[in-house]
């Protein structure tokens, strides 16, 4: 069978695939487990096959990028205005390949496992900051140290952020620490 498109909405165990002809009619609506996608995917002609961006889409389109097929990857935000109905994943992979048919389609680039490596270090240092952050807050915010009428200088602050960043490269945490 030949396809123009094939549309894959990708969740934890089951992928659901909708695939088109070359005039845009729906010619395979089927869902598959990982293992067998992968090798659905080994014996199909090198297509179109389309995913919604997400985490392990970037996994998947590399695996089919290696099959000799090219995936454009669609951002979630593109593809909810194509869902008709009720939304299960069957209606999604159908909203996906009609979000891909579109001329004026924005899609993302399949990144590479280096460079999602590189990401999840990036969002792990923010999100380390920004508990360092609420920490000094909780400690040095003027409204807890003032209850009792007493304020908490300002210059205080920066000595928590200093005395907190020096465990955080400590590699302890302030819990273990104060144990």
Known sequence: MEF??????????????HGV??????ILRQDLTRVRFETFLGKTLPTEVV??????????GRVAQELGHTV??????YVKPFVKRGKNNRNDAEAIGEAASRPTMRFVPVK????QAEAMDLS????LVRQRTQL????????AGGKDGEAVPAWSCGRVRRHCGERYRAGRSAVEEDR
């Open 4 to 17: 123009k498109r094939i549309a894959v909405d990708t969740s934890k165990s089951v992928f659901t695939l």
């Open 21 to 26: 002809d070359e005039h845009g009619r729906p």
């Open 51 to 60: 995913l919604e961006a997400c985490g392990s889409s970037h996994h998947w």
């Open 72 to 77: 454009p990857l669609i951002p979630p935000q």
């Open 112 to 115: 590479s496992a280096e460079i």
């Open 124 to 127: 792990a240092r923010d999100l």
């Open 136 to 143: 000094v807050n909780a400690i040095a915010q003027r409204s």
